[in-house]
């Protein structure tokens, strides 16, 4: 297919600059990182030993070729704080990042839609105001701030659910709700625009004049059209779900990748901190090609 | 020629004054006060953010102390205060620089097309391809916790969306009749753009920034609450990240410059909501 050849083809400038920007992030540490790294009491040897398996002590041009072909072969460096590959130390905890992005969508949908199509049905009544305040709400409410509140009300006063960490399902639902409210509100905006374009079609009128059900119209005739903008939207937003899941995975202690960025910063342990990133970005930016791509499946519209 | 004259047909029609919606109202009143309070904050709290009174340690909200105190007895309200200080002059900080980079960069985008154009343009999209929160998280993390690195690490992605939105408004006015008048008479590109198209493209530059200035304060709360803030001064996020650990005994600590950051946040969404139904005519 044409256009998912081209748009094939637009991403590999935008993984070379994601994969630019990455490999300067080391570079733009003020003073040497390796002696941030081992601290001012490390010998000479020490530092460079460290500098020497860091590559540091080669030309700039050639870090870069050797970052560039160890990625090729899934070698991101060594963690200097967990003395293993970090491509290992990441993909032991990318998928509780996956895990908690996916939960935090289904959060997010489960409130979103039955939300968004009310409020659209019911237009300009209390309850539409009310959605659109809620959802106001939402957006403008932090997820490090909604996170402490949740665990106030749900750990600490009615002890049903744990208050940090991975054990079992119920320590899931605190930090998908946390992550997911800021999309949810956002969610429930877009499908209650959409469904409000398309409520005023012909070919509901005539659904309608047929004697077709309220409930049969919203749901059959009105819903399926109008998802199709929020399905893009849900499915850019995954990509910002994985990035979003960095402070919530703090707030909560998720085992994820977030954590484990937080965790190397403090440790200047900047071999991680660069594969973090990385692989985030790069799922980021293959989600929203995805999604493109999908887009382009779904509505014939966009195929030019 | 007058001001009028010189800014265009479009913006004297858009200037006329409107009586705001009341969310915009709610919302222009909750800043003012924000504003009262960073301004007035040595006035307004009885001690300074930063001393201690270990006898009072964790205690609640009481006479003297509207908000509490924090572990070590400080004032939660003069650290909030305080931190609305912060919080709004990194906010104006990161606004200004990368509105003013992003208007320059998209206005010469725009302008000047060919080349320039293509090579502004694939930046802006490899940077809309990052994550903009993460971007700022490891760059915040490796430039180390100061004001300045803070400002830094938030402006690197900010500037994009200024200058996508300003090419495609220069795009669109750079062969209007009155820039093509200007040309005919030999003012030069810096003039054309700056005193005719410029003034014309700047509505959507202010919802923008409104918009903007929200992002910004959840996104400087977000890196102050994972430690990489400043940590000299007082900050919103900083002070929520210190609560954090002490929900159980002293949920006040979090409680409040969480609930400062929200209002402020929900007050710039509301006053964006009605500067964008006011400036683009296409939203009526």
Same mark, same amino acid.
């Given at each position: 297919?044409?256009? !998912?050849?081209?748009?094939?083809?637009?991403?590999?400038?935008?993984?070379?600059? &994601?994969?630019?920007?990455?490999?300067?992030?080391?570079?733009?540490?003020?003073?040497?990182?390796?002696?941030?790294?081992?601290?001012?009491?490390?010998?000479?040897?020490?530092?460079?030993?460290?500098?020497?398996?860091?590559?540091?002590?080669?030309?700039?041009?050639?870090?870069?070729?050797?970052?560039?072909?160890?990625?090729?072969?899934?070698?991101?460096?060594?963690?200097?704080?967990?003395?293993?590959?970090?491509?290992?130390?990441?993909?032991?905890?990318?998928?509780?990042?996956?895990?908690?992005?996916?939960?935090?969508?289904?959060?997010?949908?489960?409130?979103?839609?039955?939300?968004?199509?009310?409020?659209?049905?019911?237009?300009?009544?209390?309850?539409?105001?009310?959605?659109?305040?809620?959802?106001?709400?939402?957006?403008?409410?932090?997820?490090?701030?909604?996170?402490?509140?949740?665990?106030?009300?749900?750990?600490?006063?009615?002890?049903?659910?744990?208050?940090?960490?991975?054990?079992?399902?119920?320590?899931?639902?605190?930090?998908?709700?946390?992550?997911?409210?800021?999309?949810?509100?956002?969610?429930?905006?877009?499908?209650?625009?959409?469904?409000?374009?398309?409520?005023?079609?012909?070919?509901?009128?005539?659904?309608?004049?047929?004697?077709?059900?309220?409930?049969?119209?919203?749901?059959?005739?009105?819903?399926?059209?109008?998802?199709?903008?929020?399905?893009?939207?849900?499915?850019?937003?995954?990509?910002?779900?994985?990035?979003?899941?960095?402070?919530?995975?703090?707030?909560?202690?998720?085992?994820?990748?977030?954590?484990?960025?937080?965790?190397?910063?403090?440790?200047?342990?900047?071999?991680?901190?660069?594969?973090?990133?990385?692989?985030?970005?790069?799922?980021?930016?293959?989600?929203?090609?995805?999604?493109?791509?999908?887009?382009?499946?779904?509505?014939?519209?966009?195929?030019? | 020629?007058?001001?009028?004259?010189?800014?265009?047909?479009?913006?004297?029609?858009?200037?006329?004054?409107?009586?705001?919606?009341?969310?915009?109202?709610?919302?222009?009143?909750?800043?003012?006060?924000?504003?009262?309070?960073?301004?007035?904050?040595?006035?307004?709290?009885?001690?300074?953010?930063?001393?201690?009174?270990?006898?009072?340690?964790?205690?609640?909200?009481?006479?003297?102390?509207?908000?509490?105190?924090?572990?070590?007895?400080?004032? &939660?309200?003069?650290?909030?205060?305080?931190?609305?200080?912060?919080?709004?002059?990194?906010?104006?900080?990161?606004?200004?620089?990368?509105?003013?980079?992003?208007?320059?960069?998209?206005?010469?985008?725009?302008?000047?097309?060919?080349?320039?154009?293509?090579?502004?343009?694939?930046?802006?999209?490899?940077?809309?391809?990052?994550?903009?929160?993460?971007?700022?998280?490891?760059?915040?993390?490796?430039?180390?916790?100061?004001? &300045?690195?803070?400002? !830094?690490?938030?402006?690197?992605?900010?500037?994009?969306?200024?200058?996508?939105?300003?090419?495609?408004?220069?795009?669109?006015?750079?062969?209007?009749?009155?820039?093509?008048?200007?040309?005919?008479?030999?003012?030069?590109?810096?003039?054309?753009?700056?005193?005719?198209?410029?003034?014309?493209?700047?509505?959507?530059?202010?919802?923008?920034?409104?918009?903007?200035?929200?992002?910004?304060?959840?996104?400087?709360?977000?890196?102050?609450?994972?430690?990489?803030?400043?940590?000299?001064?007082?900050?919103?996020?900083?002070?929520?990240?210190?609560?954090?650990?002490?929900?159980?005994?002293?949920?006040?600590?979090?409680?409040?410059?969480?609930?400062?950051?929200?209002?402020?946040?929900?007050?710039?969404?509301?006053?964006?909501?009605?500067?964008?139904?006011?400036?683009?005519?296409?939203?009526?």
């Amino acid at each position: 297919m044409n256009s !998912i050849g081209r748009r094939l083809l637009l991403l590999v400038p935008t993984v070379l600059g &994601v994969l630019t920007l990455v490999f300067f992030l080391v570079h733009l540490i003020p003073g040497d990182p390796v002696e941030l790294m081992l601290g001012e009491t490390a010998s000479r040897a020490d530092l460079s030993q460290l500098r020497a398996d860091l590559g540091l002590d080669r030309p700039l041009g050639e870090q870069y070729a050797r970052f560039l072909g160890g990625l090729a072969h899934g070698d991101l460096g060594r963690s200097f704080f967990y003395r293993k590959p970090v491509f290992a130390v990441i993909g032991g905890a990318l998928p509780a990042t996956a895990l908690l992005a996916a939960a935090a969508m289904a959060v997010a949908l489960l409130i979103a839609l039955p939300i968004g199509i009310i409020a659209a049905v019911r237009r300009d009544t209390l309850t539409d105001r009310m959605a659109m305040v809620g959802s106001l709400l939402g957006v403008s409410m932090p997820n490090f701030w909604l996170g402490p509140l949740l665990i106030i009300l749900f750990s600490f006063r009615l002890g049903w659910l744990p208050v940090s960490g991975k054990e079992g399902a119920a320590s899931l639902i605190l930090p998908a709700s946390t992550l997911g409210t800021a999309l949810a509100a956002i969610l429930a905006r877009m499908t209650r625009a959409s469904m409000l374009d398309v409520l005023g079609e012909d070919y509901l009128r005539t659904a309608r004049a047929k004697g077709v059900g309220p409930v049969t119209v919203v749901v059959r005739h009105a819903l399926r059209n109008a998802l199709l903008p929020v399905v893009t939207i849900v499915g850019l937003q995954f990509g910002a779900l994985l990035s979003g899941a960095v402070i919530t995975e703090n707030v909560f202690a998720w085992p994820g990748v977030g954590t484990l960025l937080i965790q190397a910063i403090t440790a200047r342990d900047y071999p991680l901190v660069q594969g973090c990133v990385l692989v985030i970005a790069l799922c980021y930016v293959f989600v929203n090609f995805l999604t493109d791509v999908l887009y382009a499946l779904i509505d014939p519209r966009v195929r030019t | 020629m007058t001001a009028t004259a010189a800014r265009g047909p479009a913006a004297a029609s858009r200037i006329k004054l409107q009586v705001l919606p009341i969310p915009a109202l709610i919302g222009a009143l909750i800043l003012a006060v924000m504003i009262a309070l960073a301004l007035l904050a040595p006035l307004v709290t009885t001690t300074t953010p930063l001393q201690t009174d270990l006898a009072g340690a964790l205690r609640g909200p009481a006479a003297g102390h509207p908000f509490g105190q924090d572990r070590l007895g400080r004032d &939660v309200f003069a650290q909030v205060a305080h931190g609305a200080r912060a919080s709004l002059l990194i906010a104006i900080a990161v606004v200004t620089l990368t509105a003013l980079v992003g208007v320059a960069t998209g206005a010469a985008a725009g302008y000047v097309g060919g080349a320039v154009d293509v090579v502004i343009m694939r930046i802006v999209d490899i940077f809309l391809a990052f994550p903009g929160i993460l971007l700022a998280i490891a760059l915040a993390g490796v430039l180390g916790p100061n004001l &300045v690195n803070l400002v !830094i690490a938030l402006a690197v992605m900010g500037w994009v969306g200024y200058a996508r939105l300003v090419r495609a408004q220069v795009l669109g006015l750079r062969e209007r009749e009155y820039v093509v008048a200007a040309r005919a008479v030999g003012a030069g590109p810096w003039r054309i753009v700056s005193r005719h198209i410029l003034p014309n493209a700047l509505s959507p530059v202010i919802v923008q920034a409104t918009f903007g200035a929200a992002g910004v304060i959840i996104a400087e709360s977000s890196l102050s609450f994972l430690g990489l803030g400043p940590q000299d001064v007082p900050t919103w996020g900083g002070l929520l990240s210190q609560g954090a650990a002490y929900l159980l005994y002293a949920p006040h600590i979090a409680f409040f410059p969480g609930l400062f950051i929200m209002l402020t946040v929900l007050a710039l969404n509301l006053v964006g909501d009605a500067l964008r139904d006011i400036l683009d005519p296409r939203t009526r």
